[in-house]
């Protein structure tokens, strides 16, 4: 009976952890493309936002407005990723946001609330 329930059990967690990281998965593509709704999609109430000249606490509104206008002054060139993982549910992800005018190391914090993921900080600092 325990082999029954193990081999059972077994593809479905396989299954349902493949889909653990695929919030961040998405915030990663939307800062491939520099797609600053893409990210708000994910924003908790309040994020906190650090860039090179300012960083601060925003609402929903005022991050996705800070992140659109971060992104018009710094085209988006590509995102790669350097680490990504999980870790008692939060999602994080450490990586080399490539602009025009410059890299930018970009840390993504996400935390699971009610059972969604939803992104708490996001960090860019001038390599």
């Given at each position: 009976m325990n082999k029954i329930f193990t081999l059972t059990m077994l593809p479905v967690a396989i299954f349902?952890?493949?889909f653990a990281l695929l919030n961040i998965d998405e915030v990663v593509n939307a800062l491939k493309n520099g797609n600053a709704e893409g990210i708000a999609r994910y924003f908790d109430n309040?994020?906190?936002i650090t860039l090179p000249a300012k960083s601060g606490s925003y609402s929903k509104g005022q991050a996705a407005a800070v992140l659109t206008d971060?992104?018009?002054?710094?085209p988006v060139r590509n995102f790669e990723?350097?680490?990504k993982g999980e870790n008692s549910g939060s999602q994080y992800c450490i990586g080399t946001l490539v602009t025009r005018n410059g890299n930018y190391r970009t840390t993504?914090?996400?935390k699971q609330k009610n059972g969604?993921?939803?992104l708490q900080e996001i960090r860019f600092e001038t390599q």
């Open positions: 349902l952890s493949s309040t994020v906190e971060f992104f018009k002054n710094n990723i350097l680490h993504v914090f996400m969604v993921h939803l």
